[in-house]
């Protein structure tokens, strides 16, 4: 996603702010609760049930942003469609 709005700022320097902003956004949303949620269980301060919750809710997490992640279209600047020699 980065490397994304890096490669449209490039392409379209008046819009620079508005595609680096537009990735902000969509990495806090894909990652703040995810980090939380794994601070929360790293602080050792809970109990079972708490730590099960925790965990249930990493997983939704981390299924919201592979969900995000597939859904993105093909990318013309994707490493693959780079030459291997250059």
């Not at 609760?33 to 602080?43: F, K, N, V």
């Not at 809710?57 to 093909?74: H, N, R, W």
Request: glycine fraction near 6%; aromatic fraction near 4%; proline fraction near 5%.
């Amino acid at each position: 996603m980065c490397a994304r709005a890096i490669d449209a700022a490039i392409k379209s320097p008046a819009a620079e702010r508005e595609h680096l902003s537009g990735y902000r956004v969509a990495r806090d949303r894909l990652s703040l609760q995810l980090l939380e949620l794994s601070s929360r269980l790293g602080s050792y301060a809970w109990d079972e049930a708490e730590a099960s919750e925790l965990m249930r809710g990493i997983s939704l997490a981390v299924k919201d942003e592979c969900e995000a992640m597939t859904a993105l279209p093909e990318w013309p600047g994707a490493l693959d469609q780079v030459p291997l020699g250059v």
